[in-house]
């Protein structure tokens, strides 16, 4: 089974730009579907986006669509998350997710998950 590990937050200025990381291991991560899921304080984990195993189809969430893209290296056993245009509601833990069955943007479908990320973004 795969592990993820997430790496990349911080605390950003509004309107900066973070750049989340992915690292697999375990597995071959082109066996998998890969989304990025996010929490803010004090509410439910929200999808961010998701990606198919050969990077055919993305998928985001209204909230970042145009400012988030999300990428993967299977050779590099990689996925990134590029955030730009950065809003103090994009606070939160970035988690990354892998699924070797399901590609949606639910928690339910994704069954390996990183210890998340926090990005703090400032007003």
């Known amino acids: 089974q795969v592990q993820l590990v997430e790496s990349g937050g911080g605390v950003v200025q509004a309107g900066g730009s973070l750049s989340l990381s992915c690292a697999a291991s375990g597995d071959t991560l082109g066996s998998y579907f890969i989304a990025w899921f996010r929490q803010s304080p004090g509410k439910e984990r929200r999808f961010v986006s998701a990606?198919?195993?050969?990077?055919?189809?993305?998928a985001y969430a209204d909230a970042v669509r145009g400012r988030f893209t999300m990428s993967r290296d299977n050779a590099k056993n990689m996925v990134w998350l590029q955030m730009n245009s950065l809003k103090p509601e994009d606070t939160a833990v970035y988690s990354c997710?892998?699924?070797?069955?399901?590609?949606?943007?639910?928690?339910?479908?994704?069954?390996?998950w990183g210890q998340g990320t926090l990005v703090t973004v400032s007003s």
């Open positions: 990606i198919t195993r050969t990077s055919s189809s993305t």
């Open positions: 997710a892998a699924s070797s069955s399901r590609y949606g943007d639910t928690e339910r479908e994704y069954n390996y």
